[in-house]
């Protein structure tokens, strides 16, 4: 069963910056596009920037130019650089892999908070 485990989240001043990652337990499989998604207090999960197994990014509006995703495929990782971070970015951060087994498949980490303090 291919598991997620995630790393990086902490407590940061607004202006400061973090980087999480996120390792795929399991490399038997073809894993696809990779990404980071937040849920903040009372609010829905969103996404925050994903990329695909060729290197394509895409970012939400409220993060570009401030948050960069890479991947290592040679680790089976995902990293989100997070910079000049803001207080509106506080929240769980969750990675998310998308992966085949004969069919299409996603798994999801367990979150890792990122509180940002002004």
């Known amino acids: 069963q291919v598991q997620l485990v995630e790393s990086g989240g902490g407590l940061v001043q607004a202006g400061g910056s973090l980087r999480l990652s996120c390792a795929v337990s399991?490399?038997?499989?073809?894993?696809?596009?990779m990404g980071w998604y937040r849920q903040a207090k009372g609010k829905q999960r969103e996404s925050v920037a994903r990329i695909t197994n060729d290197g394509t990014t895409n970012y939400a509006d409220s993060v570009k130019d401030r948050f960069t995703i890479s991947r290592d495929n040679a680790k089976n990782t995902v990293y989100l650089q997070m910079n000049s971070l803001k207080p509106e970015d506080t929240a769980v951060y969750y990675c998310?892999?998308?992966?085949?087994?004969?069919?299409?498949?996603?798994?999801w980490g367990q979150g890792t908070l990122v509180t940002v303090s002004s």
């Open positions: 998310r892999v998308d992966y085949e087994v004969f069919k299409a498949l996603e798994v």
């Open positions: 399991k490399t038997d499989y073809k894993i696809n596009a």
